[in-house]
Structure formats: C-alpha cells, structure tokens
C-alpha cells in the first residue's frame, strides 16, 4: 500500500493529490447513482487487489489507471459499507402500527410542528416492548417523532421512555420534487412515527453524545430565555445555535426566492468569520510576546490552535450539524496549509478537505450544501488564485459574487434553484452585512448577555433587531423584484449554461480587454436575443400519449400529454402551511418535462386532496380551460387570481392527435364527492380506455350503469385501466360497476399506511375477482402509462430509484396491496 500513498511526483500530480483524490471521490459519488447497493467486501478485495497488480506493473501510464481504478473502488466500498450498516437497521413489517416501548435520549432540538404538534429525535438506548431485544435485523437507532394532542405539554426532560407508533421509511416518489426517504436516510432515520406517551427516564446511561446533546438544549433553553422577546427571534436562533425552528413559512419563502437559505445554515461564511476574528487575536497576542519566548513556527501553531478552538466551539454551540462539520474541516484544513506555511498549489487543501468530507461523512454527496460549498471554494480558487495583487475588498467583493453567481448557475439549475439574478443582487448586500456587521454584534452581544448575567439583554436584543432588520427587509425588497426578474433571464440548456459559467470565469480570471470586451457583447447579445424571442408557452412533444399518476400520498393528481398539450386531472393534497403537492410534486415535474402550458385543467371536485394547492398552480403554469364536477367551489377558491373562469364537468367531447377525452357526471348530485367529473381517456388506434373516476360513490356508480346513462361504457376495449373511486374506499368500486367497467387494472392512489385504509381489502378483493391487476402508488411510487399504438405500457418509478428505496428489504420492496 504505500507505493499508493507515495510517488516521486509533485502532490499535485501524483495518485494522492488532485487526480488521487478526484478517484476516490468518484467511488463515493458513483454508490449514490446505483439502483442495487454493491456488497462492500468484493468491492474492497477488487480494490485490493488492483493495487497489489499495480505494484507489479512496469508500464507508468497503466500503473497509474490501475491505482485510480483501485481508489474507484475503494470509494465505492467505503461508502457502500456505510449504507450497508445504515440500511441493516430496520423496523420489522409486523411492528409497523403496533404501541412500542423503547428509552433514548433527545437528539436534535424539539420544535414545533403541524397541528400543534412537536417534532423532536430520539437516539434509541434500548427497546423495552415484549419480542424486541435481540430482533433481527437490528433495530432503528435513530427515530423521528411527532407528539400530538400534547395539550402545549414541553418534553419532561431530555432522558425519555416513550410508547410509540412507527412505520418505516416512506415518502411521496415522483422523478422530481423533495423525497422524504432520500432526508430520512441522508440524516439516519430509520423510522418515524408518533408519540403515545412519555415520561422521564433518569435510569437511562447518557454518555459523551447524550451528554453533548442535552448540553445543546440547556444552550438553547438560555438562548430561548434571553432573546425570545426580540422581534428577530428566530434569525437569532439560527445564527447564533444553528435552530432553525422558529422560522416561519415567510422566513423560508424569502429565502429560498433570493438565494440566501446559506445564512441561516451554520456553514463555511460563519466558521470562516470565527477564524478570521480567532486569526487576528491570536496574532495580536502572539506579537505581543517577547520574540525569545516565540519563534515565528510556534507563533503560527499557537494560532491554528486558538483558530481550530474557536472554530469547534461555535461548532459545538451550532449544534454540529452536517454543514457545520463540512466547514469545520475545510478551515482546519485551509487554516493548517494557510498559518503554518504550506509551500503547495491552493488547490492541495481544496482537495484534502474534500477528501476528509468524504472520508468522514461518505453520505455528504445527497445533501445539495455539499455540492454548493465544494462549487463556491471552487470557482473562486479559480478566479483569484494566483494573482500578482489582490482587487481591494469591494471590487474582490463583487468580483465573487458575480463569479460564484455564474459558476454555480448551471449547478443551481439543476437542483432546481433557478434564481441567479435575484441572488446575486440580494448576496451582494447581505453577505458583507451579515459578515461585518450581524455577527460581530451577535457575537459581542451574547458575550455581553452571559458576562452579565442577562442584565443587558434588553439592550442587546433591541440592538441585534436593529441590524437584522434591515437585513430582512433587504431580502423582502428583493423578492418582490425575483418573479418580474426571473421573466427577464434567458432560458438555455444545461451545456449552454455550463459554457457561459466557464466563460465567465475565465474572464473574471483573465480580464483582457479585448476577451472582456468581446465576452460582454456576446453573452449581453445572447441575452436580448433570448428575452427578445422567447416564445410563448410551447410544450415539449411527446410521440406518444402519456398518463402520469404522480405519487401525492393520499390524493389524487394525473397528468395527461399528447404532442404538444397537456391536461392535468386534479392537483392532489394540500394543508395550508404544512404541505401542498403542487409546490413539492407537479411544479417540479412540470418544470422537469419542461410543460409551460396547460391546455386543460379538470378538478374532479372541491375537496382538498383533489384541488389543494390551485391557487399556486395556476398563478406559476399558464392554464387555458377549466373544468370541475363543482365549479363554484372551485371558482371559489379562484377568487384571488383574476381572470379565471371555471366551467362545468359535462362538455363535448374534444380530441387531440387521436386521443378522444369524453366526460360524466351524475345528473342526481352537485357537490361532493358524488359530484365529482369523470373523465376517460380513450386511444382507439391501440383500443384503450383510461377512466379518472374521483371520489363517485356507490350510488353514482350505480347512476352510470342505467342504460342510456353512460354509452361507451358498454364498448368493448382491449385494454381498460381505471383509477379505484375514491382511493380504494369501501364506500366505492361496487361489484357490479367493476364487472361493467371490466378493467385490465386499476390504480389505487393512496396514502402509504394512512390512517383511512385505503384501498380497503373488500375493494381489492373485488378487483382481484375480475382478473384487474392492482398497482399502488403509495408502493409504487409515480406510475405512467403510454398509450403505444401497439399496445399500453406501464412502468413503475420504484424500479429505477436508488437502492435506499427499492433495496430487498426495504419498504417499497415489502409494500403490499392489502
């Protein structure tokens, strides 16, 4: 092994430098795209293995591609070996429901939650219900909480013994938009539930975790107990012990729309300030020391320490958290090649911090922080490394937030954060604001508070309103400007957008006149031209017609294209302040299929697991026609969005491309469920019929088998899918309307083990007696159909998504159709 770790080449070229480390990173990257998890101990013998061959080869090309391709593999077995050891702990199917008994500690600090509830984390110490000790697989030692109907109730103490509900792992899985299963797995839950009861308990052992943990709370209690009447309370909260949990939705909306959800996340801009103000201290009390007692080595090594203290410290205060831990090694590594002297390129402690990252933490690369960080360092190495003198602090200043802006816009693109204007505008002020000025006066002020004793807190809290303030009132002003802003940046693809960041780099990093003068004209001209000719709300064409059942728990929403138009069939689930599936499911998918217009928009009725979120759809996508079982509810909930008129379910049938919608609604029923708009989807060149059926009833369902009442449900079809009435309600799907509708399969969308049941097993059993094969969306995740001329097809999302998902094992894989 040691001919892997030493070479007589420079660091920056040998196999441990930049090409080294880019090897190993690559491993641990590369687990993160695989559908199944590779066994970690093949891996690390391949790897093994290909170093010893390389220690036997003589050809230098190849014996440095062999030793890259072993450092591959031993990335991709050091973070497999992790995942497997996370994924080994598991909650047994037969527990999922049930009341446990289990003793942990608090682990993360307690907020509020929906519906006056408490969310907290418990690092489990033991499992005290009855079968559990010694249960295989090991079991969850990490669980997410949520404490209902506790009556304002605080948590007794930081030692519990809780009796619970849990389930495991599970989450909406549609291609785009947040899933709760990649934050569950990336933070190490294993399970989530709810609180039945707790209590304290004193005779549980706390060591060195717990200890640290309930320190953070007593910190956070004394923070809570001196600045809570401050009118900025929660930036407070946030800046000063990382807890984020006093933001309001206003707070994360603003922003998330000026790109500045940084500040409030302990990371390398607060830690970097810790060690610039510890830096110069430590130096200014070093050069104070008579020159016999300190040499110039020492002086340095006692600064790094004084830094690297400091830096831990705030850390610590911080919670600890994962932005917190990245930053802390990329200044102690900055801080070690920095203070002490280290005569390499800039780019060898780029390198290893990254690989330290890694090394430490291999699940780094699913938090988005990760990518942005490691991008920033990167793309401003490369603008100011290596110049023969520095810009001066403002122009340096607008120099990084036009080179970060651009550099990472392609990367911000691609996760779906599209806002590069409005954040170079809003960083520009609050970066310096919140460097030179919020947190000197934070910090000086809570210095202040403790030294004290809370006699000035008063004072100091008036004081820290008196800078925050006007940091959020800057940020509001610029979301207001972001919506008009975003219209005027020009849409380009993911490569044009890589280019122009390279462009601008390089000119930041090379300022010729003639280059500069050139790149201006010809990003400034691309520009005009991209606003000047943007076409109107065109859709992407498919070839194919496809239907889309994305996965919105228990709700409903359907997307249907056809060349160029789209129609979208109810827009799913939303409790207001909590969560809404237009915001976490359609818009993101929209914006990934690259949909600007919908042509159709049919809400089945007005309940809100079928029309949540209408208001934000319709003001962020173009819509044309409108229709609904209950139109006045629906144009009720319109009133905000001038303009908009909501017509009746019962219509004329319409085509497009070959593809016949015809609608139904019950003469006898105008609102609720029983009102709900019946649409099928029809596509004679393969004989397919696809039936979006809402929340109908029984009695409706019995109103459509009246002869006359509904003429093509009584033409024969190859194929006929039909999504279950009423999410699989034992109140819908009669058997006599399943013999009639004679369905090849049928669709329940459903919430995964929601507290109605759904599909009821007297539905399935029914379905299962006509031959309809059952998919579920809360098993399968979004499912699609494509109407081909030769025939439907239909695929399932939970067959192509990582295998902390769909590994054997696992929820999706156990999921079951009652």
């Known amino acids: 092994m040691s001919g892997l770790f030493h070479t007589h080449q420079t660091p920056e070229h040998s196999v441990v430098g930049a090409p080294g480390i880019v090897a190993f990173s690559c491993g641990v990257i590369l687990l993160y795209q695989l559908t199944l998890l590779p066994p970690s101990w093949w891996l690390f013998l391949a790897g093994l293995l290909m170093v010893s061959a390389s220690l036997l080869s003589s050809h230098g090309t190849m014996h440095r591609l062999v030793r890259l391709l072993a450092l591959v593999l031993l990335g991709l077995a050091w973070a497999g070996w992790h995942a497997e050891v996370r994924l080994a702990e598991r909650l047994p199917a037969d527990m999922e429901g049930k009341r446990l008994e289990l003793s942990g500690y608090v682990c993360e600090l307690p907020q509020a939650g929906s519906f006056s509830s408490l969310r907290f984390s418990v690092c489990v110490v033991s499992w005290h219900s009855e079968g559990q000790q010694g249960a295989t697989p090991v079991l969850p030692r990490r669980v997410r909480l949520s404490w209902y109907g506790r009556n304002d109730q605080a948590l007794p103490g930081h030692r519990l013994r809780l009796e619970v509900v849990l389930k495991r792992p599970h989450g909406n899985l549609n291609p785009e938009g947040f899933r709760y299963e990649d934050w569950l797995f ?219 802006s651009a550099g990472l816009w392609p990367l911000l693109s691609g996760l779906g954060q599209s806002q590069p204007l409005a954040g170079l505008v809003a960083n520009l002020v609050a970066i310096p604001w919140v460097s030179l000025v919020v947190m000197p006066v934070l910090f000086a002020g809570a210095l202040l508070v403790l030294v004290s004793g809370g006699a000035v807190t008063g004072w100091v809290s008036s004081l820290l309103d008196a800078v925050l303030g006007p940091l959020m009132a800057w940020l509001q002003w610029v979301e207001q400007l ?138 962020a996508v173009e819509v044309g026609q409108i229709q609904s079982g209950e139109p006045e509810v629906v144009a009720g909930i319109l009133d905000e969005v001038p303009g908009k008129s909501v017509g009746q379910c019962r219509s004329e049938p319409f085509e497009w491309h070959g593809v016949v919608f015809e609608f139904w609604q019950s003469q006898a029923e105008r609102t609720g469920n029983d009102a709900s708009c019946v649409v099928r989807v029809h596509h004679p060149a393969s004989g397919s019929d696809v039936l979006l059926t809402g929340d109908i009833s029984k009695r409706v369902e019995a109103e459509m088998l009246a002869p006359g009442a509904v003429p093509w449900l009584r033409k024969a079809v190859d194929f006929r899918l039909v999504l279950a009435p009423h999410h699989g309600s034992k109140t819908s799907s009669s058997a006599p309307w399943i013999d009639r509708v004679a369905p090849d399969w049928v669709i329940y969308t459903a919430g995964y083990r929601h507290r109605y049941g759904h599909p009821h097993p007297d539905v399935v059993a029914r379905y299962q007696l006509a031959n309809a094969r059952p998919l579920n969306t809360a098993c399968s995740g979004e499912i699609v159909i494509t109407l081909s001329k030769h025939g439907p097809k239909i695929s399932e999302l939970r067959h192509t998504v990582p295998f902390w998902i769909q590994g054997p094992g696992l929820t999706r894989d156990q999921c079951k159709i009652p």
């Open 482 to 619: 972001a919506a008009p802003v975003s219209v005027l940046t020009p849409e380009a693809s993911p490569f044009l957008l890589a280019l122009l960041a390279a462009v601008v780099v390089l000119l930041l990093r090379f300022p010729d006149r003639v280059f500069r003068l050139m790149t201006v004209a010809l990003v400034g001209a691309w520009a005009v031209t991209a606003v000047l000719t943007r076409p109107a709300a065109i859709n992407p064409e498919v070839v194919e017609p496809e239907i889309r059942v994305w996965d919105v728990g228990q709700g409903l929403s359907v997307l249907v294209r056809v060349g160029r138009k789209a129609l979208v069939y109810d827009t799913g689930p939303e409790v207001r302040g909590v969560f809404s599936a237009v915001d976490s499911t359609l818009l993101p998918n929209l914006r990934a299929l690259g949909i600007n217009k919908l042509d159709r928009l049919i809400i089945s009725h007005g309940d809100s697991d079928h029309a949540g979120g209408l208001v934000q759809l319709v003001q």
């Open 186 to 404: 990336r933070k190490g839950y294993r399970a989530t539930g709810s609180v039945r009861a707790v209590a304290l308990d004193q005779d549980l052992h706390c060591g060195w975790h717990c200890r640290y943990h309930a320190w953070h709370q007593t910190v956070a209690e004394q923070v809570h107990r001196h600045f809570s009447d401050a009118s900025e309370y929660p930036l407070i909260a946030s800046l000063l012990i990382g807890h984020r949990g006093y933001l309001t939705d206003q707070h994360w909306q603003t922003l998330r729309a000026t790109g500045t959800i940084h500040l409030v996340a302990i990371s390398g801009l607060h830690l970097g300030l810790v060690a610039v103000g510890a830096g110069l201290v430590a130096r200014r009390f070093t050069l104070s020391v008579p020159a016999h007692w300190l040499d110039e080595r020492r002086r340095r090594i006692a600064g790094f320490a004084l830094v690297i203290l400091c830096c831990l410290f705030y850390a610590l205060v911080a919670g600890f958290t994962v932005p917190t831990r990245r930053a802390l090694i990329m200044v102690l590594v900055g801080g070690w090649y920095l203070l002490l002297a280290r005569e390499a390129s800039v780019w060898r402690p780029f390198c290893s911090a990254l690989f330290l990252v890694l090394l430490l933490d291999p699940f780094a690369p699913l938090d988005q922080g990760f990518w942005l960080s490691f991008g920033a360092v990167a793309v401003l190495l490369a603008v100011f490394s290596g110049r023969l003198a520095g810009p001066g602090w403002l122009k340096g200043l607008v120099l990084a937030q036009v080179a970060v």
